[in-house]
């Protein structure tokens, strides 16, 4: 059970990549596991109720093979609240942002604590209250929440629209056999839902797309609008697996499910696992910029950082 932070930085992104490129070895595609029906909750600091980022989300997914809920916290914080971790209970991996601190002598031989500008990943392992002993939950509502009269597919539309209308992009739905989002028209083209197999489906396509329209100068600047990337350059596969991870956290907010949006062949296994293999930090930069993106679909926000 392990409490020890590595001491390199690349330590934590080779764990990270480790996890996803086995499951994706065995056909797996982690952003794309099915959600919870309904209203969906995510996985909580049982310490702070503070929800845990998009990324820890999925690395508990890997664990659990299901997207994660409940209140979390290590076995030191388990211990000082009186309880225990319960025999046999593993641990799962999370990763937080540091910034190490380092001793500065002064001008007057003082010394002083200084922080480092630049944070560093490390990672430490959590337990589900229900894998504990003598610790009471505190925001039962965390549990998954089933509503039978919900619907998802108006609550898209409804993000969608509010989107769409205030960033004043350009939405085409029409008979196509592309989606693509073109930069220098600041316009989304996706083919009609009734193109699709199901609306799952069509939603995933959509969302993707409008992860892409997030990523212009004016909005979340991870591109320029005159960018003109060939397919398979390396800005070109991280944009691609930021906007995938994108609509599936999209969805997940919805909860529409997700089962029929896995892409499970070969080639596209193989193409991002390559991709992976050639960047360790690929992983978990695309993890961040999604869930940047998607906080600014639904909710008008920017990242500090811009």
Not at 208 to 231: I, Q
Not at 286 to 304: L, Q
Request: hydrophobic share 30%; aromatic share 12%.
């Amino acid at each position: 059970m392990s409490t020890n932070h590595p001491t390199i930085k690349t330590d934590v992104y080779e764990i990270i990549n480790n996890k996803i490129c086995a499951l994706m070895e065995q056909g797996q595609i982690p952003w794309k596991m099915c959600w919870s029906r309904g209203k969906t909750h995510l996985a909580v600091s049982h310490t702070t109720g503070k929800e845990y980022s998009f990324l820890n989300n999925l690395l508990i997914a890997a664990d659990d093979g299901e997207w994660p809920h409940g209140e979390y916290l290590t076995f030191k914080q388990a211990l000082a609240e009186g309880g225990s971790v319960k025999p046999g209970a593993k641990g799962h991996f999370i990763t937080f942002w540091t910034f190490p601190e380092k001793k500065e002598i002064q001008e007057d031989g003082t010394e002083k604590i200084v922080k480092s500008d630049r944070p560093m990943l490390r990672y430490y392992y959590v337990f589900e209250v229900s894998q504990c002993t003598g610790i009471k939950r505190k925001y039962p509502n965390t549990q998954p929440e089933v509503k039978e009269d919900v619907n998802p597919i108006e609550a898209a539309e409804e993000v969608i629209k509010n989107y769409y209308n205030r960033e004043g992009i350009k939405l085409n739905i029409c008979v196509s056999n592309k989606a693509y989002f073109r930069p220098s028209t600041d316009e989304v083209v996706c083919p009609l839902m009734g193109q699709f197999e199901n609306e799952a489906e069509y939603y995933s396509t959509l969302f993707h797309e409008t992860t892409h329209s997030t990523g212009v100068e004016n909005r979340l600047n991870r591109f320029k609008k005159d960018d003109h990337d060939p397919f398979g350059s390396e800005s070109y596969s991280k944009e691609e697996l930021v906007a995938e991870m994108g609509a599936a956290y999209c969805l997940g907010r919805l909860g529409i499910e997700n089962d029929f949006t896995v892409k499970n062949s070969a080639a596209y296994l193989q193409n991002w696992l390559e991709a992976l293999r050639n960047d360790k930090h690929l992983f978990v930069c695309a993890c961040s910029r999604a869930e940047e993106a998607v906080k600014f679909i639904f909710d008008n926000v920017r990242p500090e950082r811009n």
